[in-house]
């Protein structure tokens, strides 16, 4: 048995996702079951450190979608990079009963840059 290296770009990823998250002090749940375009989700935990020294989950969810990898970043923008993906993929986002983010995972650098996906942030085109 070999694993390959898309394999092994994905779990560093995501692994990479979740410990931003947890630095911003967020809690993080990857989708390890059914993924069908959503990875993982954040929930949002207040900043505010209580008497206690604990802080409030607040219940409100976000869906991930994680991209690791060079090729993500191989069509600059002078604000970020091209993000292509199928029509499919871009519903699915846009229906989710849930605020959806695309994270590109720049490993080398171990940066996460993060996009809400909706209607301002999203540019559809055709391919000619």
């Not at 630095?23 to 993982?40: K, P, Y």
Request: aromatic share 10%.
């Amino acid at each position: 048995m070999r694993v390959d290296s898309n394999h092994e770009t994905d779990r560093r990823g995501v692994n990479l996702v979740g410990l931003r998250a947890s630095e911003m002090g967020w809690l993080f749940r990857e989708q390890t079951v059914s993924d069908f375009g959503i990875d993982a989700h954040f929930e949002v935990v207040d900043d505010d450190v209580d008497e206690t020294g604990t802080r409030d989950v607040t219940g409100r969810l976000l869906a991930v979608q994680i991209k690791s990898g060079p090729s993500f970043f191989e069509r600059p923008t002078n604000t970020g990079w091209w993000f292509p993906c199928k029509t499919h993929h871009v519903d699915y986002w846009r229906d989710h009963s849930l605020p959806v983010v695309i994270a590109l995972v720049d490993l080398r650098k171990q940066l996460v840059y993060w996009q809400h996906v909706n209607d301002t942030t999203l540019e559809l085109t055709r391919v000619l």
